[in-house]
């Protein structure tokens, strides 16, 4: 796969999922020349990658979709109210042979290093094929959650049978007729993957730690209402989007939880559970994000539904969450999890009050209990945000790794640069909203960002870039500024790296809103650059 490759191209492109296809298909319409490296045989990152049973986008087709191109709107039809992964990876598979995009794809190729030539301001890079090339500029594509965590669970090399990772399922699927299956872990995916898996195995042994909120996707064929804004006027709704808090056009409500009476909670909350979609569901009120006694009606509300439908009160109150807030760990999207707790060949195992003692040949030891199994599933997250980007080598201006000057943490303007790594780019990089977004928005927004950035670089005769140490500093306290007057940081969820063992505990995505970031990254542009050094032949210019 891939065409002939240039040894020194305008710009890398590490990764060809979304972020990476419009990278490449928006540069090359702009006149530069670029290379995309990916690691897989194919183009769809995330959706190449999570195809376990059960994986859906938990963002509605109407709006995760590529906006750049109307023509492409009206040539892709979605087929249902949420897509699943096979159809999300086909429509990747689409947008590149419609662009011609996988000629300047180099597949099965992972990006090992990448370091700044100070001298030949160029970032000269190494592959796992050995091939090296240079680029004047670097984007990272990487994903925000594509590096899933190795299992940290005693013994977890020891198991003789099939070990299956959610975020790396075989190609071929796997049959799990007649087999005791374990799951491990209760995060979207687990969420997603159980009904199913549950539908087919002999017997199914969930391992949970932490309860989840999931709430019913209520799949099948896009509701009319939702479809009639989008065929009334396809321009004002995209542009909605844009404008919006989370990337899908919606109004933000003003009333507040901890003001408002019982009847109103409870219209509320029910309008937004039926509509099955995540983003009514995170504003039932405007301050249930903030305030713990406003979030405990929504909460409260969720686990009133978890019991009505698990028949084993014991089982309901397991699969309650009681030790984060709404939210804060983001929501699921699920059809029929809880229902599956009804079916006599599945049993839930509460690791707060037995945790594995180890993974064995055989089994799981849990609470003095051995377990055998035929096959264990791994449902346990990602390094998420961070993990894909240090994953390279990346050494900057006097040597500086990004891993290095990241240790306590990611440092960066805007999500999208990082003082000391010049002509350095990310898009949905920490920093900013992607991971709390529709992140075809998001994407779509850090693309053409950054791609008028390299053309008002190109045509104002400068060739390098970077952020102020200032700017970047006043980024980071106003990011974090956000964040502490929400719940968020009060979770142990992968938003605050607390997922991974040793991982620094910081709120990891821009929590100020879409419409606000877009507005920031905007007024850089309006204000000639501000917080940028750029310097080239033409000179020096900083704002
Ligand atoms: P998540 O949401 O990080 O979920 C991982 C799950 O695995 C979660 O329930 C974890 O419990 C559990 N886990 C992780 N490590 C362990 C160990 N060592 N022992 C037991 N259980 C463990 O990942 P997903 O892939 O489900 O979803 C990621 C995102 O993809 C999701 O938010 C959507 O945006 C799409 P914990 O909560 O840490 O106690």
Redesign the pocket.
């Known amino acids: 796969a891939g065409g002939a490759r240039a040894a020194d191209v305008d710009v890398v492109v590490v990764g060809a999922g979304f972020a990476g296809l419009y990278l490449l298909h928006k540069l090359r319409g702009l006149g530069f020349r670029v290379q995309v490296l990916e690691t897989a045989d194919d183009v769809g990152g995330t959706w190449y990658w999570n195809r376990y049973p059960g994986a859906r986008c938990?963002i509605p087709t109407t709006d995760y979709t590529y906006s750049f191109d109307p023509a492409l709107e009206t040539a892709w039809t979605w087929s249902e109210k949420y897509a699943t992964q096979p159809e999300i990876l086909r429509y990747a598979q689409f947008v590149a042979d419609r662009y011609d995009l996988r000629r300047d794809i180099q597949f099965n190729t992972k990006v090992e290093a990448a370091h700044w030539d100070a001298a030949a301001n160029r970032w000269r890079i190494r592959t796992s094929t050995d091939a090296k090339l240079s680029a004047q500029h670097l984007v990272m594509a990487s994903g925000c959650?594509s590096v899933p965590?190795t299992?940290?669970?005693p013994g977890a090399g020891r198991f003789q049978g099939p070990v299956y990772s959610?975020?790396r399922w075989p190609h071929q699927g796997v049959d799990f007729t007649g087999q005791r299956v374990a799951v491990?872990?209760?995060?979207?995916?687990?969420?997603q993957s159980i009904p199913l898996i549950a539908e087919q195995a002999a017997q199914l042994t969930v391992?949970?730690?932490?309860p989840?909120y999931s709430i019913p996707a209520g799949n099948g064929p896009v509701a009319p209402e939702r479809r009639a804004p989008l065929e009334a006027n396809r321009d004002a709704y995209r542009l909605a989007a844009k404008w919006s808090r989370a990337g899908v056009p919606s109004e933000p409500t003003q009333i507040y939880g901890r003001y408002s009476p019982p009847d109103v909670h409870a219209e509320r909350f029910e309008a937004a559970w039926k509509t099955g979609e995540l983003i009514p569901i995170l504003g039932v009120f405007a301050d249930q994000i903030l305030f713990p006694d406003s979030n405990a009606i929504v909460a409260g509300k969720v686990r009133e539904k978890i019991r009505a439908v698990v028949h084993n009160p014991e089982t309901a109150e397991l699969l309650s969450p009681k030790d984060h807030h709404f939210g804060t760990?983001?929501p699921c999207l699920d059809t029929g999890y809880y229902q599956t707790y009804n079916r006599p060949n599945v049993r839930l195992v509460d690791?707060r009050r037995q945790p594995?003692t180890s993974i064995t040949e055989t089994g799981i030891d849990v609470g003095g209990e051995s377990m055998r199994f035929d096959a264990i599933v791994y449902?346990?997250?990602?390094d998420a945000m961070t993990g894909a980007i240090v994953a390279v080598d990346i050494t900057g201006r006097d040597g500086v790794t990004l891993k290095g000057k990241w240790a306590a943490g990611p440092i960066t303007y805007l999500g999208l640069m990082s003082v000391g790594f010049p002509n350095f780019f990310m898009v949905t990089g920490p920093g900013s909203p992607s991971?709390l977004s529709n992140m075809m928005v998001s994407i779509e927004q850090h693309v053409d960002w950054i791609s008028d950035c390299l053309v008002r670089l190109r045509s104002d005769g400068l060739s390098t870039i970077e952020p102020t140490p200032q700017a970047e500093a006043g980024w980071m306290q106003h990011s974090q500024d956000c964040a502490a007057i929400t719940l968020f940081p009060s979770a142990?969820s992968?938003y605050m790296g607390a997922?991974v063992p040793g991982k620094p505990r910081v709120f990891l995505p821009y929590v100020g809103g879409v419409d606000a970031y877009r507005k920031a990254c905007d007024e850089v542009v309006a204000r000639g650059d501000l917080g940028l050094r750029r310097s080239g032949p033409a000179g020096e210019r900083c704002n």
Do not use: E, H, M, Y
Request: charged fraction near 20%; charge should be positive.
């Open positions: 938990d959650l965590k299992p940290d669970i959610t975020g491990i872990g209760t995060g979207s995916s687990g969420i391992f949970q730690r932490t989840n760990k983001r690791l594995i449902a346990t997250g990602f991971v142990d992968w997922n």
